[in-house]
Structures are given as structure tokens and as C-alpha cells.
T-cell receptor, first 116, second 116 residues
Framework: SAVISQKPSRDICQRGTSLTIQCQVD?????MFWYRQQPGQSLTLIAT?????????ESGFVIDKFPISRPNLTFSTLTVSNMSPEDSSIYLC?????????????FGSGTRLTVV | AQTVTQSQPEMSVQEAETVTLSCTYD???????LFWYKQPPSRQMILVIR??????QNATENRFSVNFQKAAKSFSLKISDSQLGDAAMYFC?????????????FGTGTRLTIIP
């Protein structure tokens, strides 16, 4: 299964600023997924990123707040814009396995964001 | 839309004993994929076990096994011979078979404590 390198692992940011999170995959993948995990909560999908097309956002998430880049089949970024303390969460990227019948989804190690 | 329910926010088990974590889901689809993920304090999402709905045989992975009841839409995880390293949050997840809907939908999680 794929291996994902996610950066940064954590950051403390001032409100009103933006943070860009990067995920690099060691193999080409069609879809990448970005999740938010608020403190003590489950994972909520922010958007699905396909290479060569605009990301598809879930209800409650908008492109202006969470712009996503997917320039090629191995890389994606998520930006958290104009941050407020409510954006303090863990953000994770994930990729679908090449063969769903053989593997599960792989996740990055997560970015712990604290907004002060 | 599919929903996943984990009714046990917290569970505890004595080391070396067996524990079962519950998961139910709601779907109108007949073929789908189910997963259990483990998230230790490191926050890395680790695949524990997976099940294809078209397979009647319950999946097993070493000390981990599932009881998949398709008619009841139930997918419980049994951990045998519990070890201290099993302490973590456990999330049940659902994946549709449909093209364009490859995202994972997660339950709210169960925090498992292992008592030495």
C-alpha cells in the first residue's frame, strides 16, 4: 500500500493567518482525501481531490476557506485560510488503495493545528 | 446518505481478555466495504481489518476478527488476548461501491482502555 508523508506535523498559528499542509505519496494515486478531526471527535471529510480537476467539497466546507491543490498524481496541499480558534484540529490526508479488494485506505500522520 | 454508528464511546478490558466493539451502519446499497481503523495517541490511522459485503465469511487478522451481520447491518470487532498496545481509539468506517463516492464515512469512535 502507499506511503504518505504529511507536513507539518504540528503548528501553532495566529488567528487571521493561513497554513498550508502538504501530502506527498510514494506512488501515483487517483484520489486524495482531506479530513478534519476536531478535538475528541471523529474524522469528517473536507474534500476529495482529483488530479486535473477541481476538488469536490463536502457540505459545510467551502473552497475559499479550504483551498486545495492537486498538481500531479503524487502530491496535494490543503490550505486553512483566515484561521480562527475553531479551526484548531487535526488535519489528515488519505488515499484510496489501487486495489480496494486487497487493501485499506492509507492515511498521513496528521497535522495538529492550534490557532491562538 | 450512509451513516455509521458506534454506540460505545468508551470500553475497557483486562489484559489478555477478549473485548467486542460494536458498529452499525445504515445503507441502501447491497455491495460495499467496511473497515476498522485504530488511532493511538500518535494519531496515525492504522487499518485493523476490512470486510467486503459480498463475502459471507467474516474477516480475521491474527487476534482481530469481525462479526459481520449484513441483514442486521452490524459489523462488530472482536479483539482476543488484549494487549497494552491495543489501547487506542477505534473507528468503524463505510465505503460505497459507487464510482464518484469513494470516500470513507466514519463512526464516532470507541476509546479502548487496556487494564494491566
Amino acid at each position: 500500500s502507499a506511503v504518505i508523508s504529511q507536513k507539518p506535523s504540528r503548528d501553532i498559528c495566529q488567528r487571521g493567518t493561513s497554513l498550508t499542509i502538504q501530502c506527498q505519496v510514494d506512488s501515483q494515486v487517483t484520489m486524495m482525501f482531506w479530513y478534519r478531526q476536531q478535538p475528541g471527535q471523529s474524522l469528517t471529510l473536507i474534500a476529495t481531490a482529483n488530479q486535473g480537476s477541481e476538488a469536490t467539497y463536502e457540505s459545510g466546507f467551502v473552497i475559499d476557506k479550504f483551498p486545495i491543490s492537486r498538481p500531479n498524481l503524487t502530491f496535494s496541499t490543503l490550505t486553512v485560510s483566515n484561521m480562527s480558534p475553531e479551526d484548531s484540529s487535526i488535519y489528515l490526508c488519505s488515499v484510496e488503495p489501487m486495489l480496494i479488494t486487497n487493501y485499506g485506505y492509507t492515511f498521513g500522520s496528521g497535522t495538529r493545528l492550534t490557532v491562538v | 446518505a450512509q451513516t455509521v454508528t458506534q454506540s460505545q464511546p468508551e470500553m475497557s478490558v483486562q489484559e489478555a481478555e477478549t473485548v467486542t466493539l460494536s458498529c452499525t451502519y445504515d445503507t441502501s446499497e447491497s455491495d460495499y466495504y467496511l473497515f476498522w481503523y485504530k488511532q493511538p495517541p500518535s494519531r496515525q490511522m492504522i487499518l485493523v481489518i476490512r470486510q467486503e459485503a459480498y463475502k459471507q465469511q467474516n474477516a480475521t487478522e491474527n487476534r482481530f476478527s469481525v462479526n459481520f451481520q449484513k441483514a442486521a447491518k452490524s459489523f462488530s470487532l472482536k479483539i482476543s488476548d488484549s494487549q497494552l498496545g491495543d489501547a487506542a481509539m477505534y473507528f468503524c468506517a463505510y465505503r460505497s461501491p459507487n464510482f464518484g463516492n469513494e470516500k470513507l464515512t466514519f463512526g464516532t469512535g470507541t476509546r479502548l482502555t487496556i487494564i494491566p
